[in-house]
């Protein structure tokens, strides 16, 4: 059964192509991701980020600390919210990738 678009120029689209070449799921997978770093922002990465400034702070312009040392150094602290950006960017990269892929189906 052919794919029917909500939009006219959205309808020049291949429907074959389309049907063959995305898998619907992954749109609601992207916004599951998105949504879990939305909130992993809201609930502790900012935080983790603003820990690393003020660790930063404190070395590089010898400011007195403004919050209670944790566990880490800041090289390990930067390290560990380095990794998780990192992480966060694969999954941005592969929503990206894919919405890309649906764009690039519009006729010329």
Do not use: F, Y
Not at 55 to 80: C, N
Request: aromatic share 2%.
């Amino acid at each position: 059964m052919p794919l029917r678009c909500a939009t006219s120029r959205a309808s020049r689209i291949c429907p074959e192509e389309l049907q063959s070449s995305l898998n619907t799921r992954q749109i609601l997978q992207a916004v599951e991701d998105l949504d879990a770093l939305c909130a992993r922002w809201k609930r502790e990465l900012r935080d983790d980020l603003l820990a690393v400034h003020s660790m930063a702070h404190t070395v590089i312009h010898g400011a007195p600390l403004t919050r209670v040392p944790g566990k880490e150094s800041l090289t390990e602290a930067a390290d560990s919210v380095g990794d998780e950006l990192r992480e966060w960017r694969e999954s941005l990269a592969a929503a990206i990738a894919l919405l890309d892929q649906i764009a690039g189906l519009a006729p010329d």
